[in-house]
């Protein structure tokens, strides 16, 4: 008797805790249909947020497709992209996830690839020029920027310049494109769309530029740094569209916002081929 007894009380409460964590569930969004890629679990391909949803859920139109990795809050407007929807970037706002996956656990060399258009002249929030943000890592780091990682466009439509900002356990390191090494590359911010490919290979602690499918001819070096180790645990906000600050009614070029359109983010924890970036490039991916 007691031990029928036991079992009716376990199934009670095996119910109310079903009943419970169907309700603490409804404050997310139904999984339903976001675009998904062939990626085998455990695979390369560690995060990627194409911006196709139709919904009238802006979380999930901005869903991860990896791990249904829904963002925080996406404020921005659902546009025509390269391939199927984009998103279109907007002063003092941007998309926000908790974290990259286990990108930034897992990744010792990497590869991030993403399409964006632009119209010329990049500006601060406050209508000065400076850079504008494909992406950026939040990360109580200790590093001066408050990131660990940046990655922005600067420029105009005759020229436009490429820099990316790495920080891990052990250092950091700029990786530019620009000025300074006679290297702007013309009509990225033309107002078309364009893909560009980043690739860090731990091997030779170098980074490669591949802009529509074309790796530019100077890359850049770490020194001898190697593999990057993030301080994964410290990332506290993986912003599409913005850098770390909150400067956002300032100058502050750490605060500012991308004004054009972004798709297809994705980011892998190895160092893509040139063959495996041209598919993307051709296929629009």
Same mark, same amino acid.
């Given at each position: 008797m007691r031990i029928k007894?036991?079992?009716?009380?376990?199934?009670? /409460? $095996?119910?109310?805790? $079903? $009943?419970? &964590?169907?309700?603490?569930?409804?404050?997310?969004?139904?999984?339903g249909n976001y675009p998904?890629?062939?990626?085998?679990?455990?695979?390369?391909?560690?995060?990627?947020?194409?911006?196709? +949803?139709?919904?009238?859920?802006?979380? =999930?139109?901005?869903?991860?497709?990896?791990?249904?990795?829904? /963002?925080?809050?996406?404020?921005? /407007?659902?546009?025509? #992209?390269?391939?199927?929807?984009?998103?279109?970037?907007?002063? !003092?706002?941007?998309?926000?996830?908790?974290?990259?996956?286990?990108?930034?656990?897992?990744?010792?060399?990497? %590869?991030?690839?993403?399409?964006?258009?632009?119209?010329?002249?990049?500006?601060?929030?406050? +209508?000065?020029? +400076?850079?504008?943000?494909?992406?950026?890592?939040?990360?109580?780091?200790? @590093?001066?920027?408050?990131?660990?990682?940046?990655?922005? $466009?600067?420029?105009?439509?005759?020229?436009?310049?490429?820099?990316? =900002?790495?920080?891990? !356990?052990? #250092?950091?390191?700029?990786?530019?494109?620009?000025?300074?090494?006679?290297?702007t590359i013309p009509g990225?911010?033309?107002?078309?769309? @364009? @893909? =560009?490919?980043?690739?860090?290979? &731990?091997?030779?602690?170098? *980074?490669?530029?591949?802009?529509? #499918?074309?790796?530019?001819?100077?890359?850049?070096?770490?020194?001898? @740094?190697?593999?990057?180790?993030?301080?994964?645990?410290?990332?506290?906000?993986?912003?599409?569209?913005? #850098?770390?600050? %909150?400067?956002?009614?300032?100058?502050?070029?750490?605060?500012? %916002?991308? !004004?054009?359109?972004?798709?297809?983010?994705? *980011?892998?924890?190895?160092?893509?081929?040139?063959?495996?970036?041209?598919?993307?490039?051709?296929?629009?991916?």
């Open positions: 007894n036991f079992q009716i009380i376990s199934k009670g /409460a $095996l119910a109310a805790m $079903l $009943l419970l &964590s169907a309700c603490q569930k409804m404050n997310r969004p139904g999984l998904k890629d062939t990626n085998p679990p455990g695979g390369a391909l560690k995060f990627y947020v194409a911006f196709d +949803g139709t919904t009238t859920n802006p979380l =999930m139109n901005a869903v991860d497709s990896i791990r249904a990795n829904f /963002a925080s809050d996406n404020p921005l /407007a659902s546009i025509a #992209g390269v391939n199927g929807k984009a998103v279109q970037g907007e002063n !003092k706002k941007f998309i926000k996830y908790a974290k990259p996956n286990d990108w930034a656990d897992l990744s010792r060399s990497f %590869t991030i690839s993403a399409w964006f258009k632009r119209n010329g002249q990049t500006k601060n929030n406050t +209508g000065t020029n +400076g850079p504008e943000y494909i992406m950026s890592f939040k990360a109580s780091t200790g @590093h001066w920027s408050g990131s660990s990682l940046l990655v922005f $466009l600067e420029g105009d439509n005759a020229a436009g310049q490429v820099k990316v =900002m790495v920080a891990d !356990k052990t #250092g950091d390191n700029w990786f530019t494109w620009e000025n300074s090494n006679a290297s990225l911010l033309d107002n078309n769309w @364009h @893909h =560009m490919v980043l690739t860090y290979n &731990s091997s030779n602690s170098t *980074m490669t530029l591949y802009i529509d #499918g074309v790796a530019n001819s100077k890359t850049r070096t770490w020194g001898t @740094h190697g593999a990057v180790v993030f301080d994964a645990e410290k990332i506290t906000e993986v912003r599409i569209g913005a #850098g770390p600050g %909150t400067g956002y009614d300032t100058d502050d070029w750490l605060s500012s %916002t991308f !004004k054009g359109g972004i798709d297809q983010v994705r *980011m892998y924890s190895t160092v893509l081929t040139q063959a495996e970036i041209t598919a993307l490039f051709t296929g629009k991916q």
